[in-house]
């Protein structure tokens, strides 16, 4: 085994501490957060797909803040997507995005092929409708991780065969 | 770098796949559980500190099941005990419990002097009311890994000095 990929798997051990971590702070946080409103939860109506989708942002922000401490900074939105879908989705989810595609306008399209958190389920289109509650997470971490890259954006996800996802990220420009 | 430390580091690699993934599930199951039950939340009064306890206590099943996978029976519950702290610990936490203390009746009290879920606080006796907070999972992980070996057990944390932090885990003789 080379030196480098020794390296490669210590770094990944260091991100897997930080995942876990954030990810119990965010659960402690989220549970103690909902004590003080459950009195006006009528008024708020925060929906679980938002709640998690701000967890994961939070998660995404705090990982990439990590991840990149030690990188060189980007040339554009490219360079960052591509970061994104090979170094910080093989940390969280030990492999890259299989595809990705972009209309140079904004518009990216991140395809992964057998996603982590959808391996669970029997594959096909038997839990279909299941599929949002375990994506909105990951929504967050992506658009969590590009905020903190300076990049604003809308992500959604998709699904139309398990365990297969299409993540789409929208560039806000300002 | 020896053959057997690649193999370890592989094998830990394993473990936080599953620690991540079993997480995640436990976070959306608890959300959409939540939305069921909210109307009756006034007769249930669920605290905090028991659905952490209860996340923790399905994670921590989960998980023994994937690492105790390949291993040889235990010959006793101290035996369970000792796995626990060294190869258990060390998979979720990246390090062993620093001691083992029983008093040979079903009594056992796991130290350790840092704990990987209070050093993101400062040390010392600041943020000390804020611990529990931060145990209820734990407590819940060594319960459920117990239960899965066929312990049954109550699991309580205590802290005196951040990041230092004690179990108790009382089993219970059926």
Avoid at 59 to 70: C, P
Avoid at 107 to 121: E, G, I, R, S
Wanted: net charge neutral; aromatic share 10%.
């Amino acid at each position: 085994m080379s030196e480098n990929k020794v390296v490669r798997i210590r770094a990944r051990n260091m991100a897997d501490d930080a995942l876990f971590e954030f990810l119990h702070m965010e659960i402690v946080a989220h549970m103690y957060k909902e004590q003080v409103t459950r009195e006006d939860i009528d008024k708020e109506r925060v929906t679980c797909v938002s709640t998690l989708e701000l967890m994961g942002f939070r998660v995404g922000q705090g990982l990439i803040e990590r991840f990149t401490k030690d990188c060189p900074t980007f040339k554009d939105d490219l360079d960052v997507m591509k970061f994104l879908c090979k170094d910080f989705w093989s940390m969280i989810f030990k492999k890259q995005i299989d595809n990705l595609r972009t209309n140079h306008q904004g518009t990216y399209v991140l395809q992964d092929n057998k996603f982590a958190l959808l391996t669970q389920f029997s594959s096909g289109k038997q839990y279909l409708e299941e599929a949002p509650k375990y994506l909105a997470f990951s929504c967050g971490l992506i658009r969590g991780a590009l905020s903190n890259l300076g990049l604003e954006s809308v992500v959604t996800a998709e699904v139309s065969l398990m365990p297969s996802c299409k993540f789409q990220v929208v560039i806000q420009k300002l």
